[in-house]
């Protein structure tokens, strides 16, 4: 099933539950706006070539439409739509005054200079920047993307409107990033975690874990379970899967990758097949790379006793359903890997405000966001006798239609 036909099925159940008005369900399920634009540009060797980009914005009810902005060669309007569609949900369970929006270029960026990313980032910001703003929709990084093609948009923006540093969030810190912003997806998870582990009795210190993705989002929880005594026995990034039943050094490993860029060859522990990792015996599987990896050909074999799903829609709804009834536990994307948008929040505050927050006040808000909002998904679970997943949705929902009913919508 596609990442657009999954989530609005997710959206669908939650409506059921919460017995939204047929009319209102329709249309909260339809973007605002959808973009999709051409941007040709010379490259380092004077040949011309055009990627293709887009920006979904989904829904504006709760405030300025937010979301991150992708680089990858899968990127497609129907995933951008469906990622779009996720943000409305995840900013409104983590009570931040945000709508959703998503954007990707069908571009392989490992495959590009620099430069060559610059003039695509530039070119691309030309074509939007018009639809986007402080207050009408604020891009992030995503997959790709990092601060500095926040940097490029944010300069590229402000030729046409002037010194905007809240027109993007995960900047560089000196053009107005926030303290915290570049660990705080990561951080999130880790927050997530340790909210659902002490409902069980548990702490990250008793148990094993097997991150997929070695990226931002990988990598930051990776450290920041390790500092805290938790086993990382498994992980992967694009080129293949590092294992060790004693625990991976998760410094060495980020030492290693930094410095070969892969974790192919590191020394301290055993080489195993990327798609092992999602199976590979732990007490809890953090996928935090692409969409769509755990599916009905693999939810059997996971061995895992919770799945904290640190990349966006990486379950597939037969998956959700076979590993729900074998007892997994998973907390949801829009949930659990809301810490990024959080701290986009707070970095969009302080440019407003022109006050920077030290990096503890960062964190520690976090840790007040990530908590207020599982326990307001424990709510809705106990009120609706549903999932993790369905408490999060029909929190994300609810909020999004009453605030779209406030305004006067009619049918
Ligand atoms: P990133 O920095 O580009 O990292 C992605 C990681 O996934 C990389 O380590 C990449 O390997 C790895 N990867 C790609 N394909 C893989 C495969 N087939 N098997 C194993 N690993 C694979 O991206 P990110 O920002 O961490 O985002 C990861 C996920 O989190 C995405 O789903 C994104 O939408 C979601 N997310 C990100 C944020 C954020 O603030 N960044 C916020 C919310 C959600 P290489 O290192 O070898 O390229």
Same mark, same amino acid.
């Given at each position: 099933?596609?990442? &657009?036909?999954?989530?609005?099925?997710?959206?669908?159940?939650?409506?059921?539950?919460?017995?939204?008005?047929?009319?209102?369900?329709?249309?909260?399920?339809?973007?605002?706006?959808?973009?999709?634009?051409?941007?040709?540009?010379?490259?380092?060797?004077?040949?011309?070539?055009?990627?293709?980009?887009?920006?979904? /914005?989904?829904?504006?009810?709760?405030?300025?439409?937010?979301?991150?902005?992708?680089?990858?060669?899968?990127?497609?309007?129907?995933?951008?739509?469906?990622?779009?569609?996720?943000?409305?949900?995840?900013?409104?369970?983590?009570?931040?005054?945000?709508?959703?929006?998503?954007?990707?270029?069908?571009?392989?960026?490992?495959?590009?200079?620099?430069?060559?990313?610059?003039?695509?980032?530039?070119?691309?910001? /030309?074509?939007?920047?018009?639809?986007?703003?402080?207050?009408?929709?604020?891009?992030?990084?995503?997959?790709?993307?990092?601060?500095?093609?926040? %940097?490029?948009? &944010?300069?590229?923006?402000?030729?046409?409107?002037?010194?905007?540093?809240?027109?993007?969030? $995960?900047?560089?810190?000196?053009?107005?990033?926030? &303290?915290?912003?570049?660990?705080?997806?990561?951080?999130?998870?880790?927050?997530?975690?340790?909210?659902?582990?002490?409902?069980?009795?548990?702490?990250?210190?008793?148990?094993?874990?097997?991150?997929?993705?070695?990226?931002?989002?990988?990598?930051? %929880?990776?450290?920041?379970?390790?500092?805290?005594?938790?086993?990382?026995?498994?992980?992967?990034?694009?080129?293949?899967?590092?294992?060790?039943?004693?625990?991976?050094?998760?410094?060495?490993?980020?030492?290693?990758?930094?410095?070969?860029?892969?974790?192919?060859?590191?020394?301290?522990?055993?080489?195993?097949?990327?798609?092992? &990792?999602?199976?590979?015996?732990?007490?809890?599987?953090?996928?935090?790379?692409?969409?769509?990896?755990?599916?009905?050909?693999?939810?059997?074999?996971?061995?895992?006793?919770?799945?904290?799903?640190?990349?966006?829609?990486?379950?597939?709804?037969?998956?959700?359903?076979?590993?729900?009834?074998?007892?997994?536990?998973?907390?949801?994307?829009?949930?659990?890997?809301? $810490?990024?948008?959080?701290?986009?929040?707070?970095?969009?505050?302080?440019?407003? /405000?022109?006050?920077?927050?030290?990096?503890?006040?960062?964190?520690?808000?976090?840790?007040?966001?990530?908590?207020?909002?599982?326990?307001?998904?424990?709510?809705?679970?106990?009120?609706?006798?549903?999932?993790?997943?369905? $408490?999060?949705?029909?929190?994300?929902?609810?909020?999004?239609?009453?605030?779209?009913?406030?305004? $006067?919508?009619?049918?």
């Amino acid at each position: 099933m596609n990442a &657009l036909a999954a989530t609005n099925r997710n959206f669908r159940h939650a409506a059921r539950i919460l017995g939204l008005d047929s009319k209102l369900e329709k249309s909260l399920l339809i973007p605002f706006r959808e973009i999709k634009v051409e941007c040709t540009i010379p490259k380092d060797d004077g040949t011309l070539v055009t990627y293709v980009g887009f920006r979904v /914005q989904h829904d504006n009810a709760r405030g300025p439409m937010k979301g991150g902005i992708r680089y990858h060669p899968e990127v497609d309007p129907d995933e951008v739509n469906a990622l779009a569609q996720l943000m409305t949900w995840k900013t409104a369970v983590a009570d931040i005054p945000y709508g959703g929006a998503k954007g990707g270029i069908g571009c392989n960026p490992k495959d590009l200079s620099m430069s060559e990313l610059e003039r695509l980032t530039r070119v691309f910001t /030309q074509k939007i920047h018009d639809l986007i703003g402080i207050h009408r929709d604020v891009p992030a990084p995503d997959m790709g993307t990092n601060a500095q093609t926040m %940097a490029w948009i &944010l300069d590229e923006y402000s030729k046409f409107h002037g010194h905007s540093p809240a027109v993007v969030t $995960g900047k560089p810190i000196d053009l107005g990033g926030s &303290l915290g912003r570049e660990a705080a997806t990561g951080r999130g998870v880790v927050y997530a975690t340790e909210a659902l582990l002490a409902e069980h009795g548990k702490s990250v210190s008793d148990l094993t874990f097997a991150i997929q993705g070695f990226g931002n989002v990988g990598s930051w %929880a990776a450290k920041l379970i390790h500092e805290r005594g938790g086993k990382v026995v498994a992980v992967s990034d694009i080129t293949g899967a590092v294992k060790n039943r004693n625990g991976i050094d998760i410094e060495a490993l980020i030492k290693h990758k930094s410095e070969s860029g892969s974790l192919r060859n590191f020394q301290g522990g055993d080489t195993i097949d990327s798609d092992e &990792l999602l199976v590979h015996d732990c007490d809890v599987l953090i996928p935090c790379a692409l969409g769509g990896v755990l599916n009905r050909e693999n939810a059997t074999d996971v061995k895992a006793k919770y799945i904290i799903e640190g990349a966006n829609h990486p379950t597939d709804p037969e998956a959700d359903e076979i590993l729900f009834k074998k007892g997994v536990v998973i907390l949801p994307d829009i949930y659990a890997n809301a $810490g990024g948008v959080t701290v986009s929040y707070f970095e969009w505050v302080q440019n407003i /405000q022109g006050f920077m927050w030290d990096e503890e006040k960062v964190n520690k808000e976090l840790q007040r966001y990530m908590r207020r909002a599982f326990n307001d998904i424990k709510m809705m679970c106990k009120i609706h006798d549903c999932s993790l997943r369905m $408490g999060a949705f029909t929190l994300g929902v609810n909020k999004v239609a009453r605030a779209t009913l406030l305004r $006067g919508w009619e049918a």
